[in-house]
């Protein structure tokens, strides 16, 4: 397991989400990528780039993590969404739980767990 490797992927997830930008999404995932979400459940990259990037809401938040657990079978990032979604504060806390390809060069699997 190279939890650094995790983590540079987990990060451009992050850093993709804050910023809206596909590059950076596109680049930390397989492009069989499946993502189950408290809204959806998507299956595909470019579904997926549309989902989170195209169908949002115009928002300026980031992603502040709290807490990091690797074991072999996953990485689970636990934090706060916070910011403005359509102008009005946000503040959610968020659980994402991330499975990897064999060579943890892409993220396969993401579980997004939110509590506002």
């Not at 992050?14 to 999404?25: F, I, P, S």
């Not at 492009?31 to 928002?59: A, C, N, S, W, Y």
């Not at 504060?89 to 060069?105: G, I, R, T």
């Amino acid at each position: 397991m190279n939890e650094d490797a995790r983590d540079r992927l987990i990060e451009h997830y992050l850093d993709g989400m804050d910023r809206a930008d596909k590059g950076l999404l596109r680049d930390a995932f397989a492009p069989d990528i499946v993502h189950e979400h408290p809204e959806r459940h998507v299956e595909g990259i470019d579904e997926f780039l549309t989902f989170k990037v195209d169908e949002q809401p115009p928002q300026e938040s980031e992603h502040e993590v709290t807490r990091r657990i690797h074991v072999p079978e996953a990485s689970v990032v636990q934090g706060r969404k916070v910011g403005t979604v359509e102008g009005e504060p946000v503040d959610v806390e968020f659980c994402d739980v991330y499975e990897f390809n064999a060579d943890e060069s892409a993220i396969t699997r993401l579980s997004v767990y939110v509590r506002e």
